[in-house]
């Protein structure tokens, strides 16, 4: 018989009621550990954990990290901060703060509990990217005063943050840059470009492409996003990162649009509209440090993980009475 006990840890997942950090927090759970979500419900929302509060090994808290926080725990994931550039632009100041007081809470946190400490950090450090694809040497082309910059610059500055509290206090830190992901739970209204077009075609409305549509992204279903997660707080302790996480296949806007009006069955037709400032032009990961560490990579295809989506989408919208 395996003695779970033996290796049970109580895991804090700031963002916890959030797309990702639901998904994480299933599967910690599923693993034998006690979650303690912590989140302010700004862009999650209760629905992501409602199956979860009968469950004896999890709890939640209502809490904004840009003020500290005091629990007990053998290790934190740090997801707490609004992803889409529609929500992360909508209060800026917050976004930052999120970013840059949450980090110094929880890094807070773990120097008291001297215990491990991810950080969910992103691609958006390589801003709009000269060097292709991004390898995690490569420092980033981010313009420090633009719309997206409460989110690039708060997340470069989270990272240095760990990275000081690692040398200054020899924590235990670990760093993830988290390409764009998706998946099911993902927010119908969460303006990100993969729940746009789904939500757009399964309503016959226009899919909106902004700009030509010949910018690229690299989509990471969320289930290998997680294992990488897991797989990273898991890792030896010199390996701290940052470490990119994220598929490597690379798509046009455009191309991406057509696999979801073919997934779809839509007949909708395709809408531009301007491209917003300061959007990169490409984006793909180089995951050969994930590889190489974490024995990582990721499995689900795009059109396999683009079906799931869909699925999850198309009930959400049907118990809201958003479908035609
Ligand atoms: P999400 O918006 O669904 O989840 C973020 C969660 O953080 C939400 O539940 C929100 O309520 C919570 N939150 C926001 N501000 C908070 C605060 N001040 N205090 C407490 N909770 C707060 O986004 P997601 O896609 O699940 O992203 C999770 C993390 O992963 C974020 O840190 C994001 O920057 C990072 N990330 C995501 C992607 C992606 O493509 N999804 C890519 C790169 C990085
Ligand atoms: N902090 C927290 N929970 C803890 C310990 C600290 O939220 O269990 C916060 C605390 O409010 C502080 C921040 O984390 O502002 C940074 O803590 P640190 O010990 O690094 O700095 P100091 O307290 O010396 O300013
Ligand atoms: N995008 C689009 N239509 C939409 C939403 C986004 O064409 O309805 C584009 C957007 O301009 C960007 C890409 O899709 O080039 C990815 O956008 P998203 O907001 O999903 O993520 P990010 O720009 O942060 O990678």
Same mark, same amino acid.
């Given at each position: ?7 049970? #840890? ?15 927090? *299933? ?5 034998? /550990? ?21 469950? @004896? ?5 209502? /809490? ?19 992803? &889409? ?13 999120? +970013? ?30 000269? %060097?292709? @694809? ?9 313009? @420090? ?49 993969? &729940? ?17 549509? &010949? %910018? ?42 057509? #696999?979801?009006?073919? %997934? ?17 032009? %490409?984006?793909?990961? *180089? ?24 699925? +999850? ?12």
């Amino acid at each position: 018989m395996p003695r779970v006990y033996d290796s049970r #840890k109580r895991i804090v997942v700031t963002g916890g009621a959030g797309f990702i950090g639901s998904h994480l927090t *299933d599967r910690l759970l599923a693993q034998g /550990h006690e979650v303690i979500c912590v989140d302010n419900l700004f862009t999650g929302t209760k629905r992501n954990i409602d199956h979860l509060h009968a469950h @004896p090994r999890f709890e939640f808290i209502r /809490h904004d990290v840009t003020f500290p926080l005091y629990v007990e725990a053998d290790e934190i994931y740090n997801l707490a901060c609004p992803a &889409s550039p529609v929500h992360y632009q909508h209060d800026p100041v917050q976004t930052l703060k999120t +970013s840059v007081h949450g980090a110094i809470n929880v890094l807070g946190l773990a120097k008291r509990l001297r215990c491990k400490v991810l950080q969910a950090s992103t691609s958006e450090v390589y801003g709009d990217p000269i %060097q292709h @694809p991004q390898a995690e040497e490569y420092w980033g082309n981010v313009n @420090p005063i633009g719309p997206r910059s409460c989110y690039d610059e708060g997340k470069r500055c989270a990272e240095t943050l760990f990275f000081d509290y690692h040398r200054q206090h020899g924590l235990e830190v670990k760093v993830a840059r988290i390409f764009n992901t998706y998946g099911p739970r993902v927010h119908h209204a969460d303006g990100r470009v993969v &729940s746009n077009l789904i939500v757009q075609a399964l309503r016959g409305e226009p899919l909106t492409i902004y700009g030509d549509g &010949s %910018q690229t992204r690299s989509f990471c279903y969320v289930d290998d996003l997680v294992e990488g997660l897991i797989r990273l707080m898991e890792s030896e302790p010199d390996v701290t990162g940052p470490i990119n996480l994220g598929n490597p296949g690379e798509f046009t806007i455009l191309s991406l649009a057509e #696999k979801v009006l073919a %997934q779809t069955g839509s007949r909708s037709r395709l809408e531009r509209r301007p491209l917003p400032a300061d959007d990169p032009r %490409q984006r793909k990961p *180089d995951i050969a440090r994930a590889k190489a560490l974490l024995g990582w990579e990721p499995k689900v295809m795009l059109d396999d993980g683009l079906a799931l989506t869909v699925g +999850s989408l198309r009930e959400r919208l049907t118990e809201m009475a958003l479908l035609a």
